[in-house]
């Protein structure tokens, strides 16, 4: 795993994240090689004594500096409008889940199933465990099996909010009567921690959103307990 990777950005929990940190490193390394070849000019530059006064004009060497440029752009913006259209893509997703924003806290509806639906407060500091993150911690986390297709359906009932989960890459906004949808996999079994990313009143950084992935068969053991 690269050092930019660890000092920057979470570990990965999706193939989605995975990608998104291939183009990281991608494009981080096009730029490190750009700032090393100007930076070699300007020195060379600044440190020679060779002048030429009757220069006008240099054909090849301006041919050169316009086609390098637009191919090194190009070699950034095809991998970036891949992945684009890999993160809006939904495929035959196996669950539904509805997230509804609100001053300042999330509710989940498993529209797949009778009868599940929850609000998802932060746990107070007081009231915390050994266990418990701070801050960061809820009463009733968002429950999902992993290596499963997850479609997620965010709304608002007050204020524009933002479901962020970084180790998955997803950051969509919570609008008031509109529903946006995207779509997930958890990789691996965790907890999954994230904040609402959208300035959305007093109490924004007290609103965090928590993913337990867990095993499919888990998965309908709690399914069938909250039904009952």
């Not at 290596?147 to 962020?164: E, G």
């Not at 919570?174 to 300035?199: K, M």
């Amino acid at each position: 795993m690269s050092t930019w990777k660890n000092i920057l950005l979470q570990d990965s929990a999706s193939p989605i994240m995975e990608q998104l940190l291939f183009f990281h490193d991608h494009t981080l390394t096009i730029l490190i090689i750009i700032t090393i070849l100007v930076g070699q000019m300007l020195m060379s530059m600044f440190f020679n004594k060779f002048i030429h006064r009757y220069l006008l004009e240099g054909q090849l060497i301006e041919m050169i500096w316009t086609i390098l440029p637009a191919i090194t752009l190009m070699l950034i913006a095809l991998p970036s409008l891949r992945l684009l259209y890999i993160m809006d893509e939904t495929n035959n997703p196996l669950i539904s889940i509805k997230a509804i924003g609100h001053q300042w806290y999330w509710s989940y509806e498993y529209s797949d199933y009778k009868n599940i639906e929850f609000d998802s407060y932060m746990i107070p500091t007081n009231e915390l465990n050994p266990m418990n993150f701070r801050l960061l911690d809820v009463d009733n986390r968002m429950v999902i099996p992993f290596k499963t297709q997850i479609r997620l359906i965010v709304t608002s009932a007050d204020v524009i909010h933002s479901w962020t989960i970084p180790s998955l890459g997803i950051k969509i906004d919570g609008t008031p009567g509109r529903l946006n949808q995207t779509n997930f996999s958890v990789n691996r079994t965790g907890l999954l921690f994230g904040q609402c990313s959208e300035i959305c009143g007093a109490n924004h950084s007290f609103m965090p959103i928590v993913i337990e992935s867990i095993s499919p068969e888990y998965f309908l053991n709690w399914i069938s307990s909250n039904n009952n």
